[in-house]
T-cell receptor
């Protein structure tokens, strides 16, 4: 079974621009979560989608948004990029039953200049 | 909401020694506790997990213990090897929840 994939793997943007990241979950997984990882900050939860609905959202500004499609693929968008948005963005998928293992993608490394 | 605290933030051990990482959680409704290992430049990968109906689970050199009363769980790595060097994250999954709450991570260094 193919793992979680994310595109692109690396991205360089400038302040004020917007960016869209994509995540394809493991086949059959309906839940996709997004995390921001910065040095020393661990994994900060952004949001979780299940069956095209956002079920939970972390403490991030409204510039961070996401969506999920009917095939469970998910995108996250960051508008009006700031220098502090530079981070590794990880998505993770799970089958959606509570207590299921969560599988991470390789991440998208976003650099904002 | 749930709050997961993880200690220590850094840990250095000699090869062959044991390493212990501890996490506490606040929500008694949490019922699933995974541990992830993240090597430099790689994605977090599950190494072991435990559910609230079990007190201890072991997989070769890795074990996890859970104390539901005290709301803490620990990762134990025995006979450490240099390839165990990585950042380890604990997490808690709430009953009826849809969000993993992660600890802040422990950077483990195994000195050859």
């Amino acid at each position: 079974k193919a793992g979680v994939t994310q595109t692109p793997r690396y991205l360089i943007k400038t302040r004020g621009q917007q960016v869209t990241l994509s995540c394809s979950p493991i086949s059959g997984h309906r839940s996709v979560s997004w995390y921001q990882q910065t040095p020393g900050q661990g994994l900060q939860f952004l949001f979780e989608y299940f069956s095209e609905t956002q079920r939970n959202k972390g403490n991030f500004p409204g510039r961070f948004s996401g969506r999920q499609f009917s095939n469970s693929r998910s995108e996250m968008n960051v508008s009006t990029l700031e220098l502090g948005d530079s981070a590794l963005y990880l998505c993770a998928s799970r089958a959606a039953v509570m207590g299921d293992e969560q599988f991470f993608g390789p991440g998208t490394r976003l650099t904002v200049l | 909401g749930e709050n997961v605290e993880q200690h220590p933030s850094t840990l250095s051990v000699q090869e062959g020694d044991s390493a212990v990482i501890k996490c506490t959680y606040s929500d008694s409704a949490s019922n699933y506790f995974p541990w992830y290992k993240q090597e430099l430049g790689k994605r977090p990968q599950l190494i072991i997990d435990i559910r609230s109906n079990v007190g201890e689970k072991k997989d070769q050199r890795i074990a996890v213990t859970l104390n539901k009363t005290a709301k803490h769980f620990s990762l134990h790595i025995t006979e450490t090897q240099p390839e165990d060097s990585a950042v380890y994250f604990c997490a808690a999954d709430r009953l009826n929840g849809n969000q993993f709450y992660f600890g802040t991570g422990t950077s483990l260094t195994v000195i050859p």
